[in-house]
């Protein structure tokens, strides 16, 4: 993983890419993560939904994501609201990949994944509360509009 990253992107799973879909953190966020329902996303869980993310953006199934599938799974899940600044899809890419070539692989995409659950669980107890899940989406946004 290369020094670029930022308090990322790979929010993806909770925030790395889902923040540009859309998704909101929050209840509904922890509940679609919290596989064992026990209150908190553990590591496992965490990586689970980074994968999932990985796979919906990855729409040939090549293992690679390019800005042009996230543009278009952007597009398709728009809410319409086109006033709001948006990130682009391939500075999104940039901020994980860890070979520069502007294409995110599966391993970038887990590593920044994991990068962010890192520095999301402030606790360091293993797993993210909704107060941690929320106050990193926060975090991103501030960062990263749109």
Not at 58 to 75: N, P
Request: aromatic share 2%; glycine share 10%; proline share 2%.
């Amino acid at each position: 993983m290369n020094s670029r990253i930022r308090f990322p992107l790979a929010a993806l799973a909770a925030g790395s890419l889902l923040s540009s879909f859309g998704a909101a953190a929050g209840d509904d966020k922890m509940q679609s993560m919290d596989a064992d329902n026990n209150g908190a996303i553990s590591a496992a869980e965490h990586a689970a939904g980074a994968r999932q993310i990985f796979d919906t953006m990855d729409a040939d199934h090549d293992g690679r994501v390019t800005a042009a599938e996230i543009d278009a799974l952007r597009a398709s899940m728009s809410s319409g609201d086109a006033t709001k600044p948006q990130m682009s899809s391939a500075d999104k890419i940039r901020t994980i990949d860890a070979d520069g070539d502007g294409v995110l692989t599966s391993a970038e995409h887990d590593a920044g994944a994991q990068a962010m659950f890192t520095k999301m669980d402030v606790n360091g107890d293993g797993s993210l509360s909704l107060a941690e899940l929320q106050a990193g989406h926060a975090a991103l946004m501030q960062k990263n509009p749109g």
